[in-house]
């Protein structure tokens, strides 16, 4: 047979196994190895969602030539993804001139009827998948964790040697779990003083300061005993025994959870201080968007039946007399919290709902404007500064004068020099294509159960670390994270008018999940 290998690369997500060169080698080995004949390679790059078909169009040309039997793609959906018109087209010319579609594995003949169904079946849901790159990406993962392979980053604790293929504790930070355990479980700490005296002897392995919640997730991870637990975005949780070397027996580990079970019940049932009666967003240190002053999330009614109010911490008369009152119900927002995590843990469509993740051409060439615009003003602002040293060394402005005035230029050009440099890492960022779902995806994954397992004091401190800050307005909460390289990722949250509504779509909320 003779085949002619087409293989579709997209430049916007990294698709390590649909790269270029991945496609080139898997499915030359396997013409090779069927012993067909290839007879030419031909190739279409899709940027920002376009498709150039300029390799399709070449290789559509041969096949009515006559001059090809097969054609090869990795995946149907390297080939389809066409709209109606053009798949109907594509799949008349390739059945016409009697050539079939080959995957490594399987071969869909288009003259047979069940195969053209598979065929059509594929063809819409790559096309209604466009960003079916996750979801492929995420099948791989769980196909790799079946198999007892990890994937993601390890814990800190631990490294990937690639020669023995595992997972190993490195060994300057063995010390950590013991530690923490001891601490925990024989001094009875919380988890507050354990990352005080964590940051008391080091920082983390990676240069940060230890937190509540890295304490708390070394306190729950299953990882330390060896197992490798990884939670789907469609439910599906897949359990992998002796992955990574153990640095606490499952035994240590069950004693753990029994006692955050406990320390959870004991401080509810006394009533003293009762955890779960913490706001998930008490950590999280919000501002209000209309008059800059810090808003606190306030208790209110019952400790059986707790009502949280955000509002502003103190009663403070604001400069021009105005007064902001904003004070708004928390159940108005909690629900839409909750579920703008999960919407932005399902998918990259969803979470674009909350998130402006893709950046377009124009968005970087105002970047660019704003960058120049940027340096220009500080141009200004030290020539200015020159100017002011000149008056002062020819004798026409007086020594205090002079500092008070350089000192204010210099102040600007401080503010100018922090805009410029975010900006900066901004179009960095953009330009390395670090700013991806998949990045995004990976640091709010520990959110993922923040439904289920957690106390109120977790859940807040969870809340606190992925989002130290937030601002308030009357109709919605934007939740700010700082992870890809500095740049602050807004997640922008609709407050609904009243508490009915929320009601009303918590429990489509409820059922839907
Ligand atoms: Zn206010």
């Known amino acids: 047979m003779r085949a002619a290998n087409y293989y579709r690369v997209s430049t916007k997500l990294q698709e390590k196994k649909f790269s270029l060169p991945a496609q080139k080698q898997e499915l030359t080995v396997y013409a090779a190895n069927q012993g067909w004949n290839l007879i030419g390679e031909f190739v279409d790059v899709e940027t920002g969602g376009k498709l150039n078909k300029e390799g399709l169009n070449k290789l559509l040309d041969l096949v009515e030539e006559g001059s090809v039997d097969v054609v090869l793609v990795v995946d149907q ?3 389809s993804r066409l709209d109606t018109v053009a798949w109907e087209y594509l799949k008349s010319t390739l059945r016409d001139n009697n050539v079939k579609i080959a995957e490594p594995g399987s071969i869909i003949d288009l003259t047979n009827e069940d195969d053209e169904f598979i065929s059509d079946i594929k063809n819409l849901i790559a096309r209604r998948e466009k960003k079916s790159v996750v979801r492929r990406m995420m099948r791989g993962k769980r196909q790799r964790t079946r198999e007892g392979k990890g994937w993601g980053l390890p814990p800190l604790e631990y490294y990937y040697d690639k ?12 010390w950590v779990i013991p530690f923490i355990d001891n601490l925990y479980l024989n001094e009875q700490l919380g988890m507050k003083l354990i990352s005080d005296r964590l940051n008391e002897v080091s920082k983390t392995p990676s240069g940060n300061q ?14 330390y005993h060896g197992v490798m637990e990884k939670e789907f975005n469609n439910g599906e949780v897949i359990t992998v025994p002796n992955v990574y070397e153990p640095l606490r027996t499952e035994e240590t580990y069950k004693k753990l959870q029994i006692e955050r079970e406990k320390r959870g019940n004991q401080f509810s049932v006394s009533g003293r201080k009762n955890t779960n009666n913490i706001h998930m967003l008490r950590r999280t240190s919000i501002k209000c968007g209309h008059c800059g002053r810090k808003i606190a999330v306030q208790m209110h009614g019952t400790k059986q039946k707790p009502k949280y109010y955000a509002k502003h911490g103190r009663k403070t008369r604001m400069k021009d007399g105005h007064t902001c009152d904003i004070s708004i119900n928390t159940e108005r927002f909690d629900g839409n919290v909750i579920r703008a995590l999960k919407d932005v843990l399902t998918s990259e469509n969803l979470a674009k709902k909350y998130i402006n993740i893709e950046y377009d051409e124009k968005e970087i060439t105002n970047l660019k404007k704003e960058i120049k615009e940027c340096k220009k003003s500080i141009d200004n602002l030290k020539s200015s500064a020159d100017k002011l040293l000149d008056l002062y060394l020819i004798g026409k402005l007086k020594r205090e004068k002079y500092l008070e005035k350089d000192k204010e230029i210099n102040s600007k050009i401080e503010v100018q020099e922090e805009t410029l440099n975010k900006l900066e890492r901004k179009l960095q960022a953009i330009d390395s294509s670090a700013f991806t779902y998949e990045n995004l995806f990976q640091y709010m994954a520990i959110a993922q159960n923040i439904e289920t397992e957690l106390t109120g004091l977790e859940r807040a401190q969870l809340m606190g670390t992925l989002f130290p800050l937030g601002v308030l307005y009357k109709d919605k909460i934007i939740l700010i994270t700082e992870v890809f390289k500095g740049i602050p990722i807004e997640v922008t949250i609709p407050i609904e008018t009243d508490q009915h509504t929320w009601h ?9 999940l």
């Open 210 to 223: 230890w937190n509540e919640h890295l304490v708390q997730t070394r306190l729950m991870s299953k990882a």
């Open 504 to 512: 009303h779509t918590k429990n489509n909320a409820r059922t839907s």
């Open 77 to 79: 959906d390297r080939l």
């Open 163 to 174: 020669q023995e293929a595992k997972y190993k504790a490195k060994e300057e930070w063995k």
